[in-house]
């Protein structure tokens, strides 16, 4: 949860972009063949409409994955694109948490607010 939150907000790409292969509509906007598609992916992850409290650290909202909407997290993109080395990022992710865990005592420091 704690590394999906951390991706949620700092995604590791933060724009995608595609090149439409056939016509098509996005959002009541043509879209022709040809023309460039840009998703903002770090926008789309703290987007209001999509996200209680966006630009917060909360990774209790991972906690059931299948509560989260599928068009509303990305941080590898999807479908047949997806980045090829997402997993092993994923689990090398876990492995650094999980190593400094057990290495370190955190604490707050004191009359330190932690801010964005």
Known sequence: MIIDEALRLYPPGAIVSR??????????TPVHPGDTVMIPIYSLHRHRNLWEAPDSFVPERFADRKAVPRFSYFPFIDGPRI?????????????????LLSRFKFTQVPGAIPSL
């Open 83 to 99: 980045c090829i080395g997402a997993q092993f990022a994923l689990t090398e992710a876990v492995i650094i948490l999980s190593t």
């Open 19 to 28: 090149t439409a292969q056939n016509r098509d509509m996005l959002c009541g």
